[in-house]
């Protein structure tokens, strides 16, 4: 990890507001003139996960708008990195941005010191999309019904209580060490290739829990074939208003979730990115979209996460927690 990422602060954050170019291409695009052919946007991930739905859901709206078909390429790859890479390396037109994710624009660069980028400089928040509140869910065994008894009961336990997640330094692991750091929890992480992994092994009672997405969980948990004990959001779902949050059950502030974002590379014109946050924010106002949103437990961008200042102040916040749980966990960049 380089200097510069290991330090970065709300100066190298804020900079994102200002819209410095990290690249050499002329900006092309005159303020009237955008668009004139298709617009990418690329998914660094594999089709049908969270990023990518939520990508395709947008598009298919904005498309109308905007004058312009919208293609979603799906280019995965070293956790996000080379479809990252792709759009940090393109030309700053506007036709060719990035749906990120924690994994591509958080927690990855934190934790891979070969990066040949840094997306706090490299890339410019467009707006989110949608944040995807995670929770914590046990199996029907485990006898506790919320966080507080999930404490106790792991205390009770020599070999404490077994909650998988997506993977070592993931956007699960690491809101799974901060509540360990909150509540002394004596919970045992058992890592896996992605947050779909999880899902067999917690089914078939081989782990105890898992810390996950919201969706990937809501028919477990609805089957009763699982039991969430806890919702990371700032107020409970509609899906599941029976589940209390992590806030309400004593932790103060605590919030997790998944978020997806439009960025674009380093100096896109302003332009394009008003253009682009227009049409985010009235796709974002629609009730279908709110609709499909809901229906698999997203929040829809609001406020300031429709604009580049906005985005950047959270992406602030998300850095400085994703730090503190690197710490707590011992991690290292490898």
């Known amino acids: 990890m380089g200097m510069d990422r290991s330090r970065m602060g709300r100066r190298g954050l804020l900079a994102l507001a200002a819209v410095l170019p990290a690249q050499t291409w002329a900006q092309a695009v005159p303020a009237g003139g955008w668009p004139e052919r298709p617009i990418r946007f690329i998914v660094p991930f594999a089709a049908g996960g969270n990023s990518d739905v939520t990508a395709r859901l947008f598009a298919a709206r904005i498309t109308g708008r905007l004058g312009q078909p919208i293609v979603v390429e799906n280019r995965s790859g070293a956790t996000g990195a080379i479809g990252t890479e792709a759009v940090v390396r393109s030309r700053p037109d506007g036709y060719t941005l990035l749906i990120g994710s924690p994994g591509s624009i958080v927690n990855g660069p934190l934790l891979m010191p ?63 060490e901060l509540f360990k750091a909150a509540t002394g929890a004596n919970l045992v992480h058992v890592p896996y290739r992605g947050g779909g992994s999880t899902l ?83 796709a974002a106002a629609d009730p279908e979209v709110l609709a499909r949103l809901a229906s698999f437990g997203a929040d829809p961008p609001k406020g300031p996460e429709l604009t580049t200042a906005g985005v950047a102040r959270f992406l602030e916040g998300e850095v400085m927690k994703a730090r503190r749980a690197i710490e707590i966990a011992g991690l290292k960049p490898e």
């Open 114 to 176: 070969a990066l040949r980028y840094d997306p706090m400089k490299d890339l410019v928040p467009v707006a989110l999309l949608g944040q995807v509140p995670m929770v914590i869910i046990v199996k029907p065994g485990v006898p506790v019904r919320d966080l507080t008894e999930l404490v106790t009961y792991s205390r009770m336990r020599p070999n404490g209580v077994t909650i998988g997640t997506s993977g070592v330094g993931g956007a699960n692991h690491l809101p799974l």
């Open 200 to 282: 067999p092994d917690f089914v078939s009672g081989s782990v105890d829990g898992i810390l996950i997405e919201l969706p990937s969980v809501l028919d477990l948990h609805r089957d009763g074939r699982g039991r969430i004990l806890g919702l990371a959001a700032p107020q409970r779902s509609p899906q599941v208003p029976e589940v209390a949050t992590f806030i309400e059950q004593g932790l103060k502030d605590f919030l997790a979730a998944s978020f997806v974002g439009l960025f674009a590379p380093a100096g896109t014109p302003e332009p394009v990115l008003k253009s682009l946050q227009a049409a985010i924010a009235e």
